[in-house]
């Protein structure tokens, strides 16, 4: 497969699966007494979600990949098409509806709306991951076969954290219902300097130029930042480091033409992003907004989070798909039995001005409907109004122009 090649950069990142090893890791799911605490109306079946993607019971947590051709991406869910299949793989719990015992589930759908749950993708089963399979990414190579990465725990404890690579065992299967894990796993692992501890979430792999190599980040943190880790490569094992100015990239149509956006996440897991290029040449991601992450969108203001995205060749679009973790107890996830549930897939693109992105749910969502209901009355209003004086008007900070959120707080909103 060549070498491969990832650099790093800074950026104000919590990925999923650092979410993941931030949650308190439950051995007593079933807690009686907790059980009994909860109000019958949480356990209610009705305020299951109807169409939400979520599996039959358990936690679930962010996408790993929906598989596809992909940019860059970060990881935690993942979706991609093949075959005919829209393929998603996710972090689940097979044993309870708490974090813990992560496997990656698969599921399938024609319409990602109708989903089909297949058996376990990825769980424990070599040294480099017997202690747990994390977050990861597809690839689809250049022959069309898709590779998984994913972050696997090779020690007790610590959660010493590596990279592994597995393949479909048979690629013709349009299912992919089995993976295998070829013997030289690991095929990354934290050089000294890096926090083994926090080194995870591979991104999918990309080629770019001419000089044959491949090229993916790996989240990492370091002097309390979180940044992207760049590795250079020759397989079967990732060896050397280098710095450089990288970013998870998605490429969106844009007019005539094209641009990159790159999300960021932070600590307060709001997903975030900017607009701008990626220079293949100096592989380093440039915003548009020369203040770069200081000027960043939020791509939902509600409980959105760990988000990815995957090009569909068959609609040729670019779909959004992100997680909400609800705001239920513990108590509460234990005993409704399930916890985690999907956004709906928005469709996702540039405005013509290329300063934001625009969203819409995806059109197959429509099917959803079964009983057209027409208004026939409609009412536009439009006001116009002039200020005679500006004099009690609120003073801005520049500094909240482009935070809408915090301008908001501060005003007492």
């Given at each position: 497969m060549?070498?491969?090649?990832?650099?790093?950069?800074?950026?104000?990142?919590?990925?999923?699966?650092?979410?993941?090893?931030?949650?308190?890791?439950?051995?007593?799911?079933?807690?009686?007494?907790?059980?009994?605490?909860?109000?019958?109306?949480?356990?209610?079946?009705l305020l299951r979600t109807g169409y939400h993607f979520q599996?039959?019971?358990?936690?679930?947590?962010?996408?790993?990949?929906?598989?596809?051709?992909?940019?860059?991406?970060?990881?935690?869910?993942?979706?991609?098409?093949?075959?005919?299949?829209?393929?998603?793989?996710?972090?689940?719990?097979?044993?309870?509806?708490?974090?813990?015992?992560?496997?990656?589930?698969h599921s399938v759908s024609r319409d990602l709306i109708n989903w089909h749950a297949l058996e376990t993708a990825i769980e424990p089963s070599i040294p480099a991951?017997?202690?747990?399979?994390?977050?990861?990414?597809?690839?689809?190579?250049?022959?069309?076969?898709?590779?998984?990465?994913?972050?696997?725990?090779?020690?007790?404890?610590?959660?010493h954290q590596v990279q592994n690579i597995a393949y479909p065992k048979n690629a013709s299967d349009p299912m992919l219902r089995e993976w295998v894990k070829p013997d030289h796993n690991p095929v990354i692992v934290p050089e000294t300097d890096i926090n083994a501890t926090e080194f995870r979430d591979p991104t999918t792999a990309w080629l770019a130029g001419d000089d044959g190599h491949w090229r993916l980040l790996v989240g990492s943190a370091a002097r309390g930042r979180l940044t992207w880790r760049g590795l250079r490569v020759p397989e079967p094992r990732l060896q050397g480091v280098e710095e450089g100015e990288a970013a998870r990239c998605t490429r969106l149509p844009r007019g005539?033409?094209?641009?990159?956006?790159?999300?960021?996440?932070?600590?307060?897991?709001?997903?975030?992003?900017?607009?701008?290029?990626?220079?293949?040449?100096?592989?380093?991601?440039?915003?548009?907004?020369?203040?770069?992450?200081?000027?960043?969108?939020?791509?939902?203001?509600?409980n959105f989070y760990a988000s990815k995205t995957f090009y569909d060749p068959a609609k040729q679009r670019r779909v959004l798909w992100g997680w909400a973790n609800e705001s239920d107890t513990r108590d509460h996830d234990v005993a409704k039995g399930w916890a985690g549930i999907q956004a709906i897939p928005r469709k996702?693109?540039?405005?013509?001005?290329?300063?934001?992105?625009?969203?819409?749910?995806?059109?197959?969502?429509?099917?959803l409907r079964h009983q057209p209901v027409t208004l026939r009355t409609r009412a536009d209003v439009e006001v116009t109004f002039e200020l005679s004086s500006l004099d009690c008007a609120e003073p801005l900070d520049p500094a909240l122009a482009h935070d809408a959120e915090r301008l908001c707080g501060c005003q007492g909103r």
């Amino acid at each position: 497969m060549g070498a491969l090649v990832v650099r790093f950069a800074w950026a104000w990142l919590l990925l999923l699966q650092l979410a993941g090893a931030s949650h308190v890791v439950y051995r007593d799911f079933e807690t009686e007494a907790a059980t009994e605490k909860v109000p019958p109306s949480i356990v209610d079946p009705l305020l299951r979600t109807g169409y939400h993607f979520q599996p039959p019971k358990n936690w679930i947590n962010g996408n790993l990949d929906l598989l596809t051709v992909i940019e860059v991406e970060r990881a935690c869910f993942h979706a991609m098409y093949y075959e005919g299949w829209y393929h998603f793989f996710y972090q689940y719990n097979p044993e309870g509806a708490v974090w813990d015992n992560i496997v990656w589930a698969h599921s399938v759908s024609r319409d990602l709306i109708n989903w089909h749950a297949l058996e376990t993708a990825i769980e424990p089963s070599i040294p480099a991951d017997k202690y747990g399979c994390w977050s990861g990414s597809a690839t689809t190579m250049p022959d069309g076969t898709p590779v998984i990465m994913y972050t696997g725990v090779n020690s007790p404890g610590v959660k010493h954290q590596v990279q592994n690579i597995a393949y479909p065992k048979n690629a013709s299967d349009p299912m992919l219902r089995e993976w295998v894990k070829p013997d030289h796993n690991p095929v990354i692992v934290p050089e000294t300097d890096i926090n083994a501890t926090e080194f995870r979430d591979p991104t999918t792999a990309w080629l770019a130029g001419d000089d044959g190599h491949w090229r993916l980040l790996v989240g990492s943190a370091a002097r309390g930042r979180l940044t992207w880790r760049g590795l250079r490569v020759p397989e079967p094992r990732l060896q050397g480091v280098e710095e450089g100015e990288a970013a998870r990239c998605t490429r969106l149509p844009r007019g005539c033409g094209s641009a990159r956006t790159s999300t960021r996440l932070d600590v307060r897991r709001y997903d975030y992003y900017t607009v701008g290029t990626y220079d293949q040449k100096d592989e380093r991601y440039v915003p548009d907004d020369p203040a770069g992450d200081e000027h960043h969108l939020r791509y939902d203001y509600g409980n959105f989070y760990a988000s990815k995205t995957f090009y569909d060749p068959a609609k040729q679009r670019r779909v959004l798909w992100g997680w909400a973790n609800e705001s239920d107890t513990r108590d509460h996830d234990v005993a409704k039995g399930w916890a985690g549930i999907q956004a709906i897939p928005r469709k996702v693109w540039l405005d013509f001005s290329g300063k934001q992105l625009l969203q819409w749910p995806i059109e197959e969502v429509e099917a959803l409907r079964h009983q057209p209901v027409t208004l026939r009355t409609r009412a536009d209003v439009e006001v116009t109004f002039e200020l005679s004086s500006l004099d009690c008007a609120e003073p801005l900070d520049p500094a909240l122009a482009h935070d809408a959120e915090r301008l908001c707080g501060c005003q007492g909103r």
